[in-house]
């Protein structure tokens, strides 16, 4: 899985670049990286939900997820399911999804998370989540970077 760089995705302050913010993961004109295998950033968006868990037990464990793996931006949770939003580095979509696809399973030991199953999966190049941003479908900017609930 990749471990956020240089606030990966994030122009350095832990926050989402907002449209015309600068990119420091950019190319020299501003362009994603190459195809050439490169690696590009994706925002990922994974949703998952089960059986009722106590809040406090689900908000402990986002965070610990959190604090273990810096790359979530942000955390949000109900007792029965719960969305985390974050920036992967990976050569293509393929790649950043299948990480996210076992994220959950591999750290559910090690943060306690909940026994949850994956309902959701969402991918985007960081285009395409710059221009949602920019017309207004991306996550509203005002969204607090951490652990919240819903």
């Keep these: 899985m990749g471990t956020p760089q240089r606030g990966e995705g994030t122009g350095g302050t832990g926050h989402p670049l907002r449209s015309g913010e600068k990119d420091p993961w950019a190319g020299p004109g501003g362009e994603d990286a190459p195809h050439g295998g490169t690696a590009r950033l994706w925002h990922v968006t994974l949703s998952v939900s089960g059986a009722e868990a106590p809040l406090k037990e689900v908000r402990r464990a986002l965070e610990q997820l959190a604090h273990d793996h810096p790359f979530l931006l942000t955390g ?25 696809l076992r994220l959950w399973g591999e ?35 005002a969204v607090p970077v951490g652990v919240h609930p819903f």
């Design 76 to 100: 949000r949770y109900a007792n029965d399911h719960a969305e985390i939003r974050y920036w992967e580095e990976a050569r293509d979509l393929h790649d950043a999804a299948a990480v996210a």
């Design 107 to 141: 750290h559910r030991a090690s943060a306690k998370l909940p026994p949850w199953e994956i309902v959701g999966l969402e991918v985007i190049g960081r285009e395409t989540y710059h221009q949602r941003v920019a017309e207004g479908y991306g996550p509203h900017p």
